[in-house]
């Protein structure tokens, strides 16, 4: 099923007859039974305000042409949504439905928060075959924040997206990457909360065990108008003193070493499961070392923790239970998400049944 419009849309889930699975660009490697419900269909800009610093898209829209129109007038989305086709092996072109659906938010998020955080508002259909608007196109008129952003992360589990609103900002000036060479884990998570914790505005915290050269680096961002990130750089240099400690000022060289950690490039076309790990930093290091991995990436100052371990490893026994939760991100034989407890499992439970009652949405995606 490929609707052109969000009545068809409305037709396809009122006449179905078995479950459905909702795609968008099909670059996250979900499988699901059910019928394919493609939001292709729904694609273009339908409203973009640069001076309200606000857009408006239908949810098959392709990422990459909502992120060409955002710089071309110097903006862009401030969460920085991962492209997840080199690390699932798949193809097509992600969608903006597709990035709200699941909440894609990149490195940034450490700074600026997730991308529900950007949500105006939305539109979608239900599973009851309801239209449903909530939010509104502009901040000046937005309203409803709550369902807004219930529905950023539902993974179509409560209804299947139509049309999204956005906050944007605009694009820093300059950016700048701060390296600390050899530090332990430990060590590294110590040193992000550190630079997190300091003025000088981070936007970036990541740590790689085993960097390009095959030795750790732990690596700070910092973005904004040129003389305040060189700067901001070396105070943040500074802070670091008698480490190995080196400063990389070339945004293109910036830009590409955050796409490396924001896509999880080390892991691609390496075998085994990848998993997603979020928890307190404070307990990452720790964390890390009872998973045994084969490699780990560290982002949001040890609040992620990407894992990639040998197939069939069941991670969530080896965690125990720790304040955060573990999702399987590529692999198979296990459960996608983490069980939830029972108390908000069975609120998950309410909610789904309410919004979607013949359980036709993504069924068995969330338990």
């Known amino acids: 099923m490929r609707p052109e419009s969000e009545t068809d849309l409305a037709e396809a889930i009122a006449t179905a007859n078995g479950p459905i699975r909702v795609q968008g660009g099909g670059t996250r490697g979900v499988t699901l039974d059910g019928d394919v419900l493609e939001t ?5 800009i339908t409203l973009y305000e640069p001076g309200s610093l606000t857009l408006v898209a239908q949810a098959g829209t392709p990422l990459a042409e909502i992120e060409a129109a955002l710089d071309a007038e110097g903006q862009r989305l401030a969460f920085e949504p991962m492209d997840h086709r080199g690390l699932m092996g798949t193809s097509g072109a992600p969608t903006i439905g597709g ?6 938010s ?3 998020r450490v700074s600026v928060g997730a991308c529900r955080d950007f949500m105006l508002g939305v539109r979608y259909v239900d599973g009851t075959s309801t239209i449903v608007k909530n ?5 000046k008129n937005v309203t409803g ?11 179509g589990t409560l209804g299947v997206l139509t049309e999204v609103s956005l906050k944007v900002l605009p694009k820093p000036e300059t950016a700048a990457s701060v390296l600390i060479d050899g530090l332990s884990d430990a060590d590294a998570v110590s040193a992000m909360a550190k630079a997190l914790g300091s003025p000088f505005e981070v936007s970036g915290a990541a740590h790689i065990p085993v960097g390009l050269d095959g030795h750790p680096v732990t690596i700070l961002r910092i973005e904004g108008f040129a003389g305040s990130v060189a700067y901001r750089a070396d105070q943040i240099a500074a802070l670091f003193g008698g480490l190995a400690v080196r400063v ?3 945004a293109d060289a910036v830009a590409k070493g955050w796409r490396w950690v924001r896509d999880v490039e080390a892991f691609h076309g390496r075998p085994g499961d990848v998993w997603r790990i979020s928890c307190t930093p404070s307990e990452a290091a720790a964390l890390a070392t009872n998973v045994g991995a084969e490699a780990l990436l560290y ?5 992620l923790i990407w894992a990639r371990v040998t197939e069939g490893t069941d991670v969530r026994t080896r965690l125990g239970l720790f304040d955060g939760h573990a999702t399987l991100v590529r692999g198979t034989g296990q459960a996608k998400f983490q069980p939830e407890p029972g108390p908000i499992a069975a609120l998950s439970r309410g909610l789904r049944q309410k919004f979607d009652p013949k ?5 068995g995606l969330m338990g």
């Open 145 to 155: 924040y709550d369902l807004v952003k219930l529905m950023s992360g539902s993974w």
């Open 99 to 104: 990035v709200v659906a699941a909440n894609v």
């Open 135 to 139: 939010g509104g196109r502009v901040m």
């Open 359 to 363: 359980g036709i949405l993504n069924t």
């Open 299 to 303: 982002d949001w100052g040890g609040g």
């Open 248 to 250: 990389e000022r070339d």
């Open 106 to 108: 990149g490195p940034r």
């Open 40 to 44: 292709g269909g729904l694609s273009g």
